[in-house]
């Protein structure tokens, strides 16, 4: 019998038009972005447009990716802005 391996989620963040930081999970982070770029499923972004995908971090499930969106939101600002200076990966900006 084959085993079946998790798809990976990931916690991500994205900078807003005004500096703000918004955490959410997905499977696919930059189609999420895209879809915060066009005004699609976060009401966060309604005041202040999405600009940059500036952090992803993969997570092994759904479940662990829950745990850490939740252990990132509720960090401070100082330690969210670390953790975007110390990201190496691609940045994705919004068109």
Do not use: T
């Amino acid at each position: 019998m084959k085993s079946i391996e998790p798809k990976p989620w990931y916690v991500y963040l994205v900078r807003a038009a005004n500096g703000a930081l918004y955490c959410g999970i997905s499977d696919d982070p930059q189609r999420r972005f895209a879809a915060h770029v066009a005004g699609k499923g976060a009401r966060f972004f309604h005041s202040s447009p999405a600009r940059a995908l500036v952090y992803v971090e993969a997570c092994a499930d759904k479940s662990a990716a829950l745990r850490r969106e939740r252990a990132v939101k509720g960090l401070g600002k100082r330690d969210k802005e670390s953790l975007v200076s110390g990201y190496v990966g691609p940045l994705v900006l919004a068109e």
